[in-house]
């Protein structure tokens, strides 16, 4: 579904990324983990179009997304819920997720749609009316997620979900995330909580200094010695 090959990326002189190589394949959950400053979010938006492919190239579903802009990468299929969440704080819950659906057309998708959102974080449901600037750090990346899916995405790009959240809320994302997974929505995740991340996902990949080190499944990655020591402080 997703090809990156040798993708190179920055912010004007700084380069982040050398040569990137990564798939995610239809109905996978795969991460991208590694530390502060890697290039994880970088990658992500290199492919949500909101920073240069400098060399390299970036296709979804066959076609070349490299270049296009961030709502044509949208419109091709591809949700994006950054680590900022840009949700509009004067706005109700039910109010941000209709702003996510402004590309749907069709009100029984629009409807069915947040229904699923509203399965997914029953709390959402429960404070529907409530602003949310009021919402606390959980529930703000609830409803970024939850706005995230109001396109019907093919893809689904989520960047460190578990910033800042408390353990609680830190679960409830991952288990929102895994139910997505089991639905058949394909996601590509960035995060640094790696034990938990290797326990739900299908693949992950260790970008370190803008370069990808170590690919494999999440069972060989918590058993890799690299990612022991590194990450996981055994």
């Known amino acids: 579904m997703l090809k990156i090959t040798g993708l190179e990326s920055g912010y004007e002189l700084l380069q982040v990324l050398w040569g990137v190589d990564l798939h995610v394949d239809e109905g996978e959950f795969v991460a991208l983990l590694g530390p502060n400053g890697a290039g994880k979010t970088t990658t992500l938006r290199a492919i949500a179009g909101y920073v240069p492919a400098l ?10 997304i490299s270049g296009m802009s961030p709502n044509k990468v949208s419109a091709a299929g591809i949700g994006y819920v950054s680590e900022a ?34 399965e997914l974080f ?35 790009l989520v960047d460190e979900p578990s910033l800042g959240l408390a353990p609680i809320p830190t679960l409830a994302a991952f288990d929102a995330l895994k139910q997505l997974s089991k ?45 022991q020591e590194a990450y996981l402080g055994i």
């Open 55 to 64: 060399h390299g190239s970036v296709t979804f579903r066959g076609q070349q």
């Open 85 to 118: 969440l840009n949700l509009f704080p004067s706005m109700s819950i039910y109010e941000n997720l209709l702003v996510g659906a402004y590309t749907v057309k069709d009100k029984a998708k629009i409807k069915a749609n947040i229904d699923l959102v509203y």
């Open 122 to 156: 029953p709390r959402l449901h429960e404070r529907s009316g409530q602003l949310a600037g009021t919402l606390s750090g959980g529930e703000r990346k609830m409803l970024a997620i939850g706005r995230g899916l109001m396109p019907s995405p093919s893809l689904l």
């Open 183 to 227: 639905r058949g929505v394909t996601i590509l995740l960035v995060e640094q909580n790696v034990n938990t991340t290797l326990r739900i996902v299908d693949r992950a990949y260790v970008l370190e200094q803008g370069r990808i080190v170590l690919e494999g499944t999440g069972e060989q990655l918590l058993g890799d010695t690299h990612v």
